[in-house]
C-alpha cells in the first residue's frame, strides 16, 4: 500500500484526488489549513474526510517534520497555495512565503525524509504572456502578475531540488479546471463557480470586455487521472494538463443557463480596467494596478498543448465539455443549497 500525503487537501482539487486514492486503496494522509479549503469539499457519498484531514499549515516546520518522520511518504502531491489572482496580488508577502517557501518546504522535507517522488500543481497562467500557441512546457515568456509569478518560482525550485538531488518532481500546469466540488463560494470564484452561481440567485452574470475571449478548461476527474499518471515519472518532468481546445465565456455561460433552466438570462458585460473592482485597494494611489494588465488578464487566450502529456503518459482527456458542465452544476446547485443560499 502507497503512502501519500496530499497538501490542500480540503480545496476542489485536493479533496478528489485523495477520494480517487482512497478508493484505489492508498494510504492517504491529507493536511489543510482551510485558508481556502471547505468541509463540504470532503464529503463523499461513501466516505468522509472531515475527522482524518489533519488542519495544519505546510509553513508550521516542527508538525510537518514530525509528519514526515512518521509517515515515510512514498509520493507526495503539493497542492496547497493561495490561488485567486486579486488575493496574491494583494497580499503579495502571504502569497509568496506560501507558493514558494511552502514548496522549499515540501521539497527539502521529501529530499531528507527520502520520498520517492513529489508532484507539484502550477498553473497555466505562467503562460501568461505567450504568444504562440498551443503554449508548450517548454516555451514560457515570464509572467507579470503575482500568482503566476509565484508558481513561476517554486517551478524553478522543483528544478532546482529534482538536478542537485535526483528527485523525481512532476510539474503539472493546470488549464482552467471545472467539475463538482468547484469553488462557488468566495468572493472571486473561478468562472464556472461563479456563473451558476449568480444564475442560482436569480442574477445577470457580469462578463468581462465582451465575452469572446477563450480559455482552455479541463474537467478535474481528467486532471486526477494525468496526476495518478505521472508517477511513473523518473525525473524531473513538466506536464501541461489542457484538452488543447479552446471556447468562450460567452459560450460557457449559455451551456451553463441551458442547463439551469434560464437560457433567456444574459450576461452583462463590463469594462476590463474594473476585473478587480471588489478589491479597491489594489487600484489606490499612489501605485494603482496597471488597467493595461486587467485588460490583458481579460483577454488572454489560453490553449495548451497536450501532446507532452499524450506522449511520455499515454493521457488524453475523455470528459466533454457538455457532460462536464452537466456535472458541475448539480452539485454546485447542491452545495450552494447546503450553504443556505435561495434559489431565486
Known amino acids: 500500500?502507497?503512502?501519500?500525503?496530499?497538501?490542500?487537501?480540503?480545496?476542489?482539487?485536493?479533496?478528489?484526488?485523495?477520494?480517487?486514492?482512497?478508493?484505489?486503496?492508498?494510504?492517504?494522509?491529507?493536511?489543510?489549513?482551510?485558508?481556502?479549503?471547505?468541509?463540504?469539499?470532503?464529503?463523499?457519498?461513501?466516505?468522509?474526510?472531515?475527522?482524518?484531514?489533519?488542519?495544519?499549515?505546510?509553513?508550521?516546520?516542527?508538525?510537518?517534520?514530525?509528519?514526515?518522520?512518521?509517515?515515510?511518504?512514498?509520493?507526495?502531491y503539493h497542492i496547497a497555495g493561495i490561488t485567486p489572482l486579486p488575493d496574491c496580488q494583494?497580499?503579495?508577502?502571504?502569497?509568496?512565503?506560501?507558493?514558494?517557501?511552502?514548496?522549499?518546504?515540501?521539497?527539502?522535507?521529501?529530499?531528507?525524509?527520502?520520498?520517492?517522488?513529489?508532484?507539484?500543481?502550477?498553473?497555466?497562467?505562467?503562460?501568461?504572456?505567450?504568444?504562440?500557441?498551443?503554449?508548450?512546457?517548454?516555451?514560457?515568456?515570464p509572467p507579470s502578475l503575482l500568482y503566476p509569478s509565484t508558481k513561476y518560482a517554486a517551478e524553478q525550485f522543483c528544478r532546482a531540488f529534482s538536478a542537485a538531488y535526483h528527485i523525481p518532481v512532476v510539474v503539472l500546469r493546470f488549464a482552467n479546471v471545472f467539475g463538482p466540488h468547484i469553488d462557488c463560494?468566495?468572493?472571486t470564484p473561478p468562472v464556472m463557480g461563479y456563473l451558476v452561481r449568480e444564475y442560482y440567485r436569480g442574477n445577470r452574470p457580469v462578463l468581462h470586455s465582451t465575452g469572446e475571449q477563450e480559455r482552455d478548461f479541463i474537467f478535474v476527474e481528467d486532471l486526477i487521472d494525468l496526476a495518478l499518471l505521472v508517477r511513473k515519472a523518473e525525473a524531473f518532468d513538466t506536464v501541461n494538463v489542457g484538452t488543447e481546445e479552446t471556447v468562450s465565456i460567452n459560450r460557457i455561460a449559455s451551456m451553463i443557463a441551458e442547463e439551469m433552466g434560464c437560457p433567456e438570462r444574459k450576461p452583462e458585460y463590463a469594462e476590463t480596467a474594473?476585473?478587480?473592482?471588489?478589491?479597491?485597494?489594489?487600484?489606490?494611489?499612489?501605485?494603482?494596478?496597471?488597467?493595461?494588465?486587467?485588460?490583458?488578464?481579460?483577454?488572454?487566450?489560453?490553449?495548451?498543448?497536450?501532446?507532452?502529456?499524450?506522449?511520455?503518459?499515454?493521457?488524453?482527456?475523455?470528459?466533454?465539455?457538455?457532460d462536464g458542465i452537466k456535472k458541475t452544476v448539480e452539485f454546485s446547485v447542491a452545495a450552494l443549497e447546503r450553504a443556505g443560499e435561495k434559489r431565486a
Open 1 to 76: 500500500m502507497s503512502k501519500v500525503l496530499i497538501t490542500g487537501a480540503a480545496g476542489f482539487i485536493g479533496s478528489q484526488l485523495a477520494y480517487r486514492l482512497w478508493k484505489d486503496g492508498e494510504d492517504v494522509t491529507l493536511v489543510d489549513n482551510f485558508s481556502y479549503g471547505l468541509e463540504d469539499n470532503l464529503i463523499f457519498e461513501d466516505h468522509a474526510f472531515t475527522e482524518e484531514i489533519l488542519r495544519k499549515d505546510i509553513r508550521d516546520l516542527d508538525f510537518m517534520e514530525e509528519l514526515f518522520r512518521e509517515k515515510r511518504f512514498d509520493t507526495v
Open 90 to 141: 494583494n497580499m503579495p508577502v502571504e502569497a509568496a512565503d506560501v507558493n514558494v517557501r511552502g514548496t522549499v518546504i515540501l521539497l527539502d522535507l521529501v529530499r531528507r525524509y527520502g520520498a520517492e517522488r513529489m508532484i507539484f500543481a502550477s498553473t497555466s497562467a505562467v503562460y501568461e504572456n505567450n504568444t504562440d500557441f498551443p503554449s508548450v512546457e517548454e516555451k514560457v515568456v
Open 274 to 322: 474594473h476585473f478587480w473592482a471588489k478589491y479597491p485597494e489594489l487600484y489606490a494611489k499612489p501605485y494603482p494596478i496597471d488597467g493595461k494588465m486587467m485588460e490583458h488578464e481579460v483577454l488572454k487566450y489560453t490553449c495548451l498543448s497536450k501532446k507532452h502529456a499524450k506522449e511520455a503518459y499515454g493521457w488524453e482527456p475523455k470528459t466533454s465539455l457538455r
Open 185 to 187: 463560494l468566495r468572493t
